[in-house]
Every structure is written in structure tokens, then in C-alpha cells.
């Protein structure tokens, strides 16, 4: 890295990732709106038990992001050969945190569920998705570790083919199982879970098949799953355990974050899977702009270019804040026709729209404050973002609770914790990044 790279050179990096995100994301729109034809239980239902199982899976993705950034470091420092020797041993720790979290999934949901979920229907319906939905755990992490290595070294372009690949395949399987068509068993919310672990377990394949070609092979050594290691899963786990712990963090206190909102009734709960799910669309390109981010500040700093690091976080806080405010300004003229594609119900409609615009505003914030705090984990010095991040939680879920449960205000003001939320992450993010001693260190 010889200069700090042209927003075209980061938005061609980004876009694939985008394009895979939104992929990807059509499996959470369609799950959500086929669910929500079927009732407000089905899709309350999917918001609690997904990220319940998403909350397990980020302890996966949290790993496989850490060696991302190893990957990255070794790529700007010119040591390809030991690329695949790290995602190897990733390979090696991930299957077995799988057969962890399966287990832990499969034998504690019930006893989790009945303590912390008021409504017997919706817990009945979430256990009912997570039966099938847990054997997915296993694929997904093959694509987030494959994921990993292909952003670490900037070759993005074969991740929007992949997840195209388990859209298309959630899509179809998600129609035919919810609903009994194409001579499938009518499964409900399960037909949902099963539709994504099908999809999840083809991308695993299509990616683990791309992956064997001869020139990354024979350029990083991958796949040739030497004797275990424990010292590279250790220099690994060094990054990867704060980021794990983070994310899992974040997603928890999301699900705790809905948790709260099913103490407000079905309604609430209905409203906010929609809200959620909308969201998270329209978060897709911060997430793909902040993962470039990681990965160019650590290509950066591998090169011995630490004067670089300001600089790129700032190209890429500047590009991210100008899409979004483009989708913003474009889905401000839809409300009813975004709501619309979760459900036909007038009347949930109609109590979604002031929670979408809520969340508009709170997209401005994430664009800015979300490619800042890549940008601390782009340093690797993933224990400070962990920090911010559990700070950052915290104020979060005591102004949700304020709000929802001690001065019980309407959904779309307990939304408003998002505001909260990214200005606390933000301003801490920018004060390390500003004044941290993160030059220093090495991994």
C-alpha cells in the first residue's frame, strides 16, 4: 500500500460485499414477510428466536472477523504463504464451537424461553423455528470463515455469487415450506428454519468448491489442514476473543432489547420484527463499507503505514454517509409500500410508520459512527472495542427500560434508544482513535 486508496478503489472493494449483504438480507425480507402473512405471533415469533440464535452464531462470526484482520495484516505485510495456515486453524476452532453451541442451543432454548418469554404462543412458535433452525450453525460458519479470508485479501467479488446462491435457494424453499406449495409439507415457522439451513448448507458448498481452485491453493496454502496448533488458535483467539465477546454483546442486548418489547404486547413485538428487518436492509452498505474499513486499516498498518489510518476512515465515513443518506432521502417517500412487504394488514401498517421514521434518522448516525468503530477493530486492538462496546450496551438497555417498562411510552419513542446507542459508540470510537495509543500494536 503505497498511498491511501481512491474512493473508487474502496467502493469496489465494498460494493461486492453490498451486493452479498443484500443477497443475504432477502433471506431475513422474505422470512419475515412470508411469516408475517401467517400472523403476528409467527412473526414476533421469528424476531425472538432468530436473534436468540443469532446472538450464539456472532460468537462464529466474531472469530472468523479477528481472522480476517490476521489475514489482512499478513496480506499488507506480504506473508501470503501463512494466510491459509491461519484459516485452516480457524476452520479447526470454529467446527468445534459449532458442536458447542449446538448443543447449547438444542438443550437450554426451552428453559430459556419459558423464563424470559410472556406469551405461551410466541414462545411455542419460537421453539418450533430454532428445532430446525440450529443445524444451520455448521454451515454458517463455513461461510463467514471463507467470508473472512476472501475481505482480508480484498478478492470480494466471488461473495455476492454466493449469496445470491442462498437467496435464490432460501427464497423458493421458504414459499414452499412455509406454505405447503410445489407438493412440500405446510411447516409454518419451521418450514422458515429449515429453508435457511438448506440455503446456508448450498452457499457452504458453492464457496468451499470456489475455494479449491489451484491459485489460492498454491498462493496462501489454504486447505491443506495441517496438525492442529494450539499457538496459531491462541494468536488468533488473542484478536478474535474481545471481537467475539462484542459482538455477542451487541446482538444480546438486542435480543434483550426485544425481549422488553414483548412485555408491550403482540402488537409492539409485531412492529418492531418489522421494523428490525427493514433496518437491517437498509444497513447493508455501512456494514459492507465498515468491514473495508477494517481491512484497510489493517493492510495499512501491516505496511507500516499508520499515517494512512486517519485518512482512510475518513474516505470511507464520507462514502458511507452519502449512500445512506441517499437510501434515506429515496425510502422517506414509501413508508406504507416498505411496511407493505411484510405484511397486508391496514392496521399494522399504519402503527409501523412512525417507528420507520424514527429509525431513518438513526440510519444518518449508524453510517458515521459504525465506520469509526471498524475502524478501532481495524487496529486490532479489539479489547478497546469490546470496552466501548459494553459501554455502549449498557447505557442502550437502561433508556430502553426507561422507556418501555418504568415510563411505558408508545414503540416508535422506545426506538429512539438507537439515537443513543450510535452517539455513544461514535464519541467513543473517535476519541480513541484520536488520542489512543493503538500505533503500537503488534500481532
Not at 435457511?196 to 489454504?222: D, G, H, Q, W
Not at 496438525?227 to 484478536?239: F, V
Not at 450510535?422 to 473517535?430: E, H, I
Request: net charge positive.
Amino acid at each position: 500500500m503505497e498511498k491511501t486508496p481512491r474512493y473508487r478503489e474502496i467502493w469496489s472493494i465494498s460494493y461486492p460485499i453490498i451486493l452479498a449483504l443484500v443477497a443475504q438480507n432477502v433471506i431475513n425480507v422474505t422470512d419475515t414477510a412470508f411469516l408475517g402473512r401467517l400472523g403476528e405471533v409467527e412473526l414476533g415469533a421469528s424476531a425472538i428466536a432468530g436473534l436468540f440464535y443469532i446472538s450464539l452464531f456472532m460468537l462464529g462470526y466474531g472469530f472468523a472477523t479477528g481472522t480476517q484482520i490476521l489475514v489482512a495484516r499478513r496480506f499488507g505485510e506480504k506473508r501470503k504463504s501463512e494466510i491459509g495456515t491461519i484459516v485452516d486453524h480457524g476452520f479447526y476452532f470454529l467446527f468445534a464451537l459449532a458442536i458447542f453451541l449446538f448443543f447449547v442451543i438444542r438443550l437450554l432454548s426451552p428453559a430459556f424461553m419459558e423464563r424470559f418469554i410472556a406469551s405461551e404462543a410466541i414462545r411455542h412458535a419460537s421453539l418450533e423455528f430454532l428445532r430446525y433452525r440450529i443445524w444451520g450453525i455448521f454451515f454458517a460458519f463455513i461461510n463467514v470463515l471463507i467470508r473472512a479470508f476472501y475481505i482480508g485479501i480484498t478478492d470480494t467479488k466471488y461473495l455476492t455469487m454466493n449469496a445470491v446462491l442462498m437467496a435464490v435457494v432460501n427464497v423458493i424453499l421458504g414459499y414452499a415450506l412455509i406454505f405447503g406449495n410445489f407438493g412440500m409439507p405446510k411447516m409454518g415457522i419451521a418450514g422458515a428454519g429449515l429453508a435457511s439451513v438448506i440455503a446456508e448448507a448450498s452457499a457452504a458448498l458453492f464457496f468451499l468448491i470456489l475455494t479449491f481452485r489451484k491459485k489460492y491453493i498454491s498462493t496462501y496454502n489454504i486447505f491443506r489442514f495441517p496438525k492442529p496448533d494450539l499457538g496459531i488458535i491462541r494468536k488468533t483467539l488473542s484478536i478474535s476473543i474481545y471481537i467475539m465477546a462484542q459482538f455477542f454483546i451487541s446482538l444480546g442486548g438486542w435480543f434483550v432489547f426485544f425481549i422488553i418489547i414483548e412485555k408491550m404486547g403482540e402488537r409492539s413485538l409485531a412492529i418492531s420484527n418489522i421494523i428490525r428487518s427493514a433496518y437491517m436492509v437498509m444497513m447493508l452498505p455501512v456494514w459492507a463499507l465498515g468491514s473495508t474499513a477494517s481491512s484497510l486499516v489493517s493492510q495499512a498498518i501491516g505496511a507500516g503505514k499508520h499515517d494512512f489510518v486517519i485518512p482512510i476512515i475518513t474516505k470511507v465515513c464520507k462514502l458511507s454517509v452519502s449512500i445512506v443518506a441517499f437510501v434515506v432521502l429515496i425510502s422517506l417517500g414509501f413508508p406504507k409500500q416498505i411496511i407493505s412487504i411484510y405484511t397486508n394488514d391496514a392496521s399494522l401498517i399504519q402503527h409501523t410508520i412512525p417507528s420507520l421514521y424514527v429509525i431513518m434518522g438513526a440510519l444518518l448516525l449508524f453510517s458515521l459512527m459504525q465506520v469509526m468503530f471498524s475502524g478501532v477493530s481495524g487496529t486490532a486492538n479489539t479489547n478497546v472495542a469490546m470496552g466501548i462496546e459494553i459501554a455502549t450496551i449498557t447505557i442502550y438497555l437502561f433508556f430502553t427500560w426507561l422507556i418501555a417498562v418504568r415510563l411505558t411510552q408508545p414503540i416508535e419513542i422506545v426506538w429512539c434508544a438507537e439515537y443513543i446507542y450510535f452517539m455513544s459508540l461514535g464519541t467513543l470510537s473517535f476519541f480513541y482513535l484520536r488520542f489512543g495509543n493503538w500505533r503500537k500494536k503488534v500481532i
